[in-house]
């Protein structure tokens, strides 16, 4: 994964220096799906204008059907939860499209772009807000941390797939 890291300026006083290095931009990915319920009502141009206002860039793109045994290995970590097959069955419920986005603090800022998992606590403006039928259909996925953004890419693309 690409990292830039910003340089303090040396013999600045030292509220500058602490200032450029919270200022320190991580370039990251994460994995992103536009989910069948978004898919199905014609959405996925509308959705991938939300990540690329918010800076995100679509590095890798492909538009599968997910079979249930990917959708429930990619979901296995809620396997105990009441909701799993409920989930899975949505999944493969028609075509989704799976997407690596690329940008500064990627992973966070796409999670800000989704809104809340439950589209009633939703700020305005997020896609969830904006197309979310409900809970379980909530148009989008997105990774939630470095180590499952780098699996669940890794689950979908192969390095060649992803482009800059
Ligand atoms: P996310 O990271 O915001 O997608 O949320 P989670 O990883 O917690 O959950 C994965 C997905 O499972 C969500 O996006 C929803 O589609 C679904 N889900 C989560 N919690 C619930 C729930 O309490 N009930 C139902 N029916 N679905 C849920």
């Not at 995100?56 to 590095?59: D, E, Y």
């Given at each position: 994964m690409d990292s830039m890291i910003v340089a303090p300026h040396s013999g600045m006083p030292g509220t500058q220096l602490e200032m450029n290095f919270m200022e320190t931009k991580v370039v990251e990915r994460t994995l992103s799906i536009i989910k069948p319920d978004a898919t199905r009502r014609n959405l996925t141009g509308k959705i991938n204008s939300k990540f690329e206002e918010a800076g995100?860039?679509?590095?890798a793109q492909k538009r599968i059907r997910m079979s249930a045994e990917q959708a429930g290995t990619f979901y296995e970590v809620h396997k105990?939860?009441?909701?799993y097959a409920e989930l899975v069955e949505f999944m493969v419920s028609g075509p989704v499209v799976v997407q690596v986005l690329e940008g500064e603090n990627a992973i966070a800022k796409n999670r800000e772009v989704m809104g809340a998992t439950n589209p009633e606590e939703a700020d305005p403006g997020t896609i969830r807000k904006e197309f979310a039928v409900s809970l379980t259909e909530n148009s989008v996925h997105g990774s939630d941390a470095t180590d499952t953004a780098e699996k669940e890419i890794s689950f979908f693309f192969a390095a060649l797939e992803i482009v800059v």
């Open positions: 995100l860039r679509i590095v105990e939860r009441p909701f």
